[in-house]
């Protein structure tokens, strides 16, 4: 599909889960450098026309994990788009990099406050997911297999 395709994706968000939360602040050292690492994943529901993006962050320092949360927010596809992004490429559901990029900054966002809620008034608070550009995570469009390997 061509980046400049004008056509607008009617979605909605359908469903917002939280995989994993650990926040170990015992481990934390004052004063020592911090690293973040963060994934992205998606998945698709070809029944139900869902999509499903997870997003994770771990804090770490000096390799040590101090905060993991892993977020996923599922998106309802209307099913117009998702006939077109069925047919770009036969067996795939294919999701633009632009479009993949936005739900993806949706579930950051989403697991940025899902952090600050958990960590509202503690120590831990001061950590927080950065406002990156995640749509330099994702390399091209996202060709998905509709249907589960076996």
């Keep these: 599909m061509p980046e400049n395709n004008e056509r607008r994706v009617n979605f909605a968000l359908a469903q917002i889960t939280t995989e994993q939360i650990a926040l170990l602040p015992e481990v934390l050292v004052e004063d020592k450098p911090i690293t973040i690492n963060a994934g992205l994943n998606f998945g698709i529901d070809n029944k139900q026309h869902l999509l499903k993006v997870m997003f994770k962050n771990?804090?770490?320092q000096e390799e040590t994990p101090f905060i993991i949360i892993e977020t996923g927010c599922v998106f309802a596809i209307?099913?117009?788009s998702w006939a077109l992004f069925s047919s770009q490429q036969s067996g795939f559901f294919v999701l633009p990099k632009n479009f993949a990029g936005h739900l993806a900054t949706l579930t950051a966002s989403t697991a940025r406050g899902i952090l600050h809620n958990r960590t509202e008034n503690t120590?831990?608070?001061r950590f927080f997911i950065p406002a990156n550009n995640l749509e330099e995570m994702i390399p091209d469009n996202l060709a998905l297999p509709l249907e589960p390997a076996s």
Aim: charged content about 20%; glycine content about 0%.
């Design 58 to 60: 771990i804090f770490l």
């Design 78 to 80: 209307d099913p117009e």
């Design 123 to 125: 120590p831990m608070n």
